[in-house]
């Protein structure tokens, strides 16, 4: 399934360098998809970032959902896929943050249908995430 983009690319880029729509640039933010288990949160710069979830999709590539919320008043919801031992971010939305300074409802009703697309499997387990984390 090829990459959902729903904000203007370029404006993307600029605002969130690590999160833009192909290969994960940051080193940091590398290690931290690969380190990090879901509902962990951390953060890069004064950003948060928050690991949602670990899945495969259907072609049964590792991905991860995350929250990145920026100084900015503004956050994005990715998807992000291990392609060997690099990140590529296959989705991205970016909305204003609700109270708490994550994605409100309608971000998570377009990754839901982003993951309803690719063939996302359920979420997995702690167990399962930390075995495919370190496997793959």
């Given at each position: ?89 296959r ?35 702690v ?10």
């Amino acid at each position: 399934v090829g990459a959902i983009l729903v904000f203007q690319q370029a404006n993307l880029a600029i605002v969130y360098p690590e999160i833009a729509v192909g290969k994960v640039p940051s080193a940091q933010l590398v290690a931290v998809l690969n380190t990090l288990n879901s509902g962990q949160e951390t953060t890069m710069g004064g950003d948060k970032v928050r690991l949602v979830s670990t899945f495969r999709i259907a072609d049964q590539s590792l991905c991860r959902e995350l929250e990145y919320a920026s100084r900015a008043d503004s956050s994005i919801v990715a998807v992000a896929c291990r392609q060997g031992k690099s990140w590529q971010v296959r989705f991205a939305i970016v909305s204003e943050p609700v109270a708490d300074g994550y994605a409100p409802a309608s971000s998570l009703e377009a990754v839901e249908a982003y993951l309803s697309a690719a063939g996302a499997s359920p979420a997995l387990t702690v167990a399962e995430e930390t075995e495919a984390l370190g496997s793959d």
